[in-house]
T-cell receptor, first 114, second 112 residues
Framework: DTEVTQTPKHLVMGMTNKKSLKCEQHMGHRAMYWYKQKAKKPPELMFVYSYEKLSINESVPSRFSPECPNSSLLNLHLHALQPEDSALYLC?????????????FGSGTRLTVV | DAKTTQPPSMDCAEGRAANLPCNHSTISGNEYVYWYRQIHSQGPQYIIHGLKNNETNEMASLIITEDRKSSTLILPHATLRDTAVYYCIVHLFYNQGGKLIFGQGTELSVKP
């Protein structure tokens, strides 16, 4: 299995809702990432997990709450979001060494906040 | 990580080689050059990476200058499916986690 799987693919939520994005990989990668991408812009790094511990938080607002329950799974919990948080949310994982394949990205969750 | 400079857009005729340049003049000795591409509304796709030597795989070739201050990604026979945004990223690879930071990229249009 050489994929990063993200669910759901699309999500519409109100500003008072609580929802979660899920990301899963079975490549044995011990580093996982969340990125946010607005239309016509490059992906922006949000969080980095290394060995199931949060190692980098790029000053992301607390309405985004990451969680890494085990080495294969990464969640992003969403609460009280704003319309400007509408974006494509990408998950990625990376191997222990540069190896042959670099970082592997999922296809993303398209989030719309109404 | 060092910053990169890429042209915002390029055109290429189908079947011809696409040569995408990237400048990374502040690259340090242990930073890798990575190339990714993103086809509309999909996740970025890894293409190739290198440290010092030129590299080739089934998708592309990567040519890194001897001083490592610039590189060129070559798609030998571009097809319409290669139309995408191509990102050149200089990255210090951490063992199990680091910051892969995307620049603005080059939007490549392959035309019939």
């Amino acid at each position: 299995d050489t994929e990063v799987t993200q669910t759901p693919k699309h999500l519409v939520m109100g500003m008072t809702n609580k929802k979660s994005l899920k990301c899963e990989q079975h490549m044995g990668h011990r580093a996982m990432y969340w990125y946010k991408q607005k239309a016509k812009k490059p992906p922006e790094l949000m969080f980095v997990y290394s060995y199931e511990k949060l190692s980098i938080n790029e000053s992301v607002p607390s309405r985004f709450s990451p969680e890494c329950p085990n080495s294969s799974l990464l969640n992003l919990h969403l609460h009280a979001l704003q319309p400007e948080d509408s974006a494509l949310y990408l998950c990625a994982s990376s191997p222990r060494a540069p190896g042959n394949y670099g970082y592997t990205f999922g296809s993303g969750t398209r989030l719309t906040v109404v | 990580d060092a910053k990169t400079t890429q042209p915002p857009s390029m055109d290429c005729a189908e079947g011809r080689a696409a040569n995408l340049p990237c400048n990374h003049s502040t690259i340090s000795g242990n930073e890798y050059v990575y190339w990714y591409r993103q086809i509309h509304s999909q996740g970025p796709q890894y293409i190739i990476h290198g440290l010092k030597n030129n590299e080739t795989n089934e998708m592309a070739s990567l040519i890194i200058t001897e001083d490592r201050k610039s590189s060129t990604l070559i798609l030998p026979h571009a097809t319409l499916r290669d139309t995408a945004v191509y990102y050149c990223i200089v990255h210090l690879f951490y063992n199990q986690g680091g910051k892969l930071i995307f620049g603005q990229g080059t939007e490549l249009s392959v035309k019939p």
